[in-house]
């Protein structure tokens, strides 16, 4: 798959398991799951059988857990497979391959498992959880997160460096939502209150979400325009250019 490379490609993004877990953590796990790792490759696993796996995990977590309001054992399932992202990853290298595919696998795999996350959310407010309105916030979080996403990606595939994060990412919008999801499952276990911390928790990630995404889009907006200057100030400029 091409020369050998030090990791799968994933700096740029973080993935749930990246969000959820800090560095030391991480260190942590990827010394105890590096054996593992090397006993798949053994097996003739693949790294992106490992991806596909976990991201199959984090849907049925997601959306056969949650819209029925399972959502604490729907949580735990969630985690046990998020831990595929410092697995395949821990494959990629000790096999020293190529990260541009297994980078793009993996983006577009975490949108596919973020829209099930907010999509069981959304159904579960559709159906048993009756609050038309929660609903309509799960949505908004599955969407907007898909375009913030989006903004960073495109801005850069037109050479412009988005140079913001925002307010809330990808791994934030992440680490509230299902820790608050986790949390709130405690309720049929006799936890007085606790279900409330998950609407808390959408709210949050969907005034979030539209305050990164006016973030990057004023970015972006800002790195066109003194990008258009520069090239109206060489000599021989053609003026402006209109990406396609």
């Known amino acids: 798959m091409g020369q050998p490379v030090t990791s ?40 992106d059988t490992v991806t596909l796996i976990g991201t199959a995990g984090v849907m049925a977590g997601a959306l056969v857990f949650y819209p029925r309001g399972e959502f604490f054992w729907g949580t735990v399932v969630i985690t046990l497979f998020v831990f595929s992202d410092l ?73 412009l460096p988005v140079a913001v994060n925002g307010l809330v990412e990808r791994a934030e919008r992440l680490v509230i939502s299902l820790v608050a999801a986790g949390f709130a499952g405690l ?31 004023v970015t972006v907006r800002r790195e066109s325009a003194e990008a258009e200057a520069a090239a109206a100030a060489q000599p021989g400029s053609q003026g402006r250019e209109t990406a396609q």
């Not at 010394?31 to 097996?43: E, M, Q, S, W, Y």
Request: include cysteine; charged fraction near 15%; glycine fraction near 12%.
């Open 8 to 47: 799968r490609g994933r700096g740029a993004t973080p993935t749930v398991g990246k969000a959820m877990l800090n560095k030391y953590a991480r260190a942590f796990f990827t010394r105890v799951l590096t054996p593992f790792a090397a006993f798949l490759i053994r097996r003739g696993v693949s790294p």
């Open 87 to 159: 697995v395949d990853g821990n494959m990629a290298r000790q096999l020293g391959r190529s990260s541009r595919w297994g980078a793009f696998l993996d983006s577009t795999l975490d949108r596919v498992a973020d829209g099930a996350i907010f999509g069981g959310f959304a159904l579960w407010y559709a159906g048993s959880g009756d609050d038309n309105v929660l609903c309509a916030v799960s949505i908004f979080c599955l969407a907007s997160g898909q375009v913030v996403s989006y903004t960073k990606a495109r801005g850069e595939s037109i050479g």
């Open 187 to 217: 309720h049929k276990f006799g936890v007085p209150g606790i279900q409330y911390l998950l609407p808390v928790a959408l709210w949050i990630v969907a005034v979030g979400s539209l305050v990164t995404l006016v973030q990057r889009v």
